[in-house]
């Protein structure tokens, strides 16, 4: 089984996603950026577009307007509009 790490989303009313996730790619302002587990901190603007995690062999998607990242090596929160 792949490491796993924490992920959080959070809009501006509410928390949509709280768990632990093994893969994310999400839409930066640079193009598409992928994140595991040990991921080197980080800070990163998005753009509109799909946000994907893959939690225990499934993948699950969520459509953004845009938003921040911020990455630990063991947890990612990501600010979003949706």
Sequence with gaps: ??????LE?????ERIFNGMVSSLVMPAEEGYWGVLAGHMPSIAKLKEGKVRAR???EEKEWIIKGGYAWVEREKTVLLVEL
Excluded: D, R, Y
Excluded at 1 to 6: L, N, R, S, T, Y
Excluded at 9 to 13: A, K, N, Q, R, Y
């Design 1 to 6: 089984m792949a490491k796993q790490f924490e």
């Design 55 to 57: 939690i225990n062999e």
């Design 9 to 13: 989303i959070l809009t501006p009313s």
